[in-house]
């Protein structure tokens, strides 16, 4: 994590030393430090995806069973409450009057 008084260069530089990477420009030729770094390039991407799709799909999944989950705690709930209040409503007059 980067500290408020730690200064710019001082990351770039940590970034730099601890990190590995090649530019490419459209301009460039195929060479033989390019041309396997592409196909890997391909594949990590594939594998990203892939993993991206199945997280969605977990929590995708994972959604719908929260909501279901949650629809059915707050249809028991209102059926509580209507059991409760027909309860209340057979209570005799007197019951009533005097609240027990």
Not at 29 to 34: G, P
Not at 38 to 65: G, H, N
């Amino acid at each position: 994590m980067k500290d408020d008084n730690e200064p710019p260069e001082m990351i770039e530089k940590a970034l730099r030393d601890n990190s590995t990477y090649l530019v490419v420009d459209a301009d460039d030729k195929d060479d033989d430090e390019t041309t396997p770094f592409v196909p890997a390039l391909y594949d990590s991407m594939r594998e990203i995806t892939t993993a991206l799709e199945q997280q969605r799909e977990y929590i995708d999944d994972k959604m719908t069973k929260r909501d279901e989950e949650l629809i059915r705690l707050v249809r028991e709930q209102q059926e509580t409450k209507r059991m409760i209040a027909a309860s209340e409503e057979k209570k005799g007059f007197l019951a009533r009057l005097f609240g027990k």
